[in-house]
């Protein structure tokens, strides 16, 4: 069997920074709320006059992630898009990554599972090539939410932790089974889907709908039990965590770098703490770019490697909890 390698990483972010004093125009808060509570600075929204969206961002960090591979676009055999954001309901944004990117005909597929997304995406892709079906596919995490946020005081619980951006990665595959990914863990629990959700639109709640919609409707904004959402969190970080690294008779003393997902820093420090981690052990960015959904940790494992703090042999350890619920990890071996 064939294991598979990151060997190319990619990132954009739209140019319009929003800090959160700019956010003071809008709603009722606070520099000093946002950061007590999420560790959030400023974000990266896609501005009112751009045409970027979600699949357009993909396509800028795809390119970036593909040239760091040292590849063509015509190396790629297959794409992974994960997103909450999709330019369209239907079809998602992997098709449009092979139009935009001029790609031969190959498959595309999309993953919906939010937070967790690019953590599934990348377990996805990994199989494909450990199968010796693909040798190079491009994975991606992309998130346009801006526009679909309360951006009122009634909304600000959930709206001052988001931004827009994406991430791209190129797995290859590789005959060393002592580098690259060495397993993933994927959970859910879907009796607490509507603790972190966006109700509408959808096929029950469709555009009749939101034409005659009064306005009332939060249906349509994203609604979160923060704290419920937490508790759960941490304990799920932790377990698919040690799941991970006992899978590999690993423990947390061998973890040179942890990124996780950038959902809030409180979360990351919880976890930091827990798994005695020291600051130089763990990278977080969500300060800078907020919570980017499916694009959060490949945005910070991209720019942790632009930083130079993964090295060859690294032991580098990704997790994500989020919507669904859903969570998972992946150890890597750089």
């Known amino acids: 069997m064939y294991n598979s390698k990151i060997a190319g990483l990619g990132f954009y972010v739209p140019e319009n920074i929003v800090t959160n004093d700019d956010l003071t125009q809008w709603m009722d808060t606070s520099d000093e709320w946002i950061q007590e509570r999420t560790g959030i600075k400023q974000r990266h ?5 751009s045409n970027e969206t979600s699949a357009t961002m993909g396509a800028e ?3 970036i992630a593909i040239e760091r591979a040292g590849m063509t676009k015509d190396d790629i055999d297959f794409i992974v898009f994960a997103t909450l954001s999709p330019d369209y309901y239907f079809p998602g944004c992997g098709v449009q990554i092979q139009d935009m990117l001029g790609m031969d005909t190959i498959g595309a597929i999309d993953i919906r599972n939010q937070c967790s997304g690019f953590i599934y995406g990348l377990a996805t892709a990994d199989q494909f090539i450990k199968t010796g079906m693909y040798q190079n596919v491009l994975v991606i995490g992309a998130e346009y939410h801006s526009n679909g946020l309360d951006k009122t005081t009634r909304g600000r619980g959930v709206s001052v932790i988001f931004g827009d951006g994406a991430g791209a990665c190129v797995l290859t595959r590789t ?3 002592t580098k690259g990914i060495l397993s993933s863990h994927l959970h859910s629990e879907g009796k607490h889907a509507e603790e972190l959700v966006v109700k509408s639109p959808s096929i029950k ?8 919609s009064n306005g009332e409707d939060l249906s349509y904004f994203p609604y979160m039990n923060g704290t419920f959402v937490f508790k759960n969190a941490v304990v799920r970080f932790s377990e698919v965590i040690m799941e991970g690294l006992t899978a590999n008779q690993l423990s947390p003393t061998d973890i040179d770098l942890f990124i996780p997902h950038q959902a809030n820093l409180r979360i990351a420090q919880f976890v930091q703490q827990k798994f005695k981690l020291s600051n130089d052990q763990v990278y977080n960015n969500i300060m800078n770019y907020g919570n980017t959904t499916a694009a959060s940790i490949i945005i910070a494992l991209t720019e942790a490697w632009e930083k130079g703090k993964i090295k060859d042999g690294d032991l580098v350890v990704l997790a994500a909890f989020g919507s669904g619920f859903t969570w998972g990890s992946t150890i890597i071996r750089w």
């Not at 929204?45 to 006059?49: C, E, L, V």
């Open 205 to 212: 709640h469709w555009v009749p709908e939101i034409i005659d």
């Open 175 to 177: 005959e060393d089974q």
């Open 61 to 63: 960090a795809a390119k």
């Open 45 to 49: 929204w896609i501005a009112d006059d």
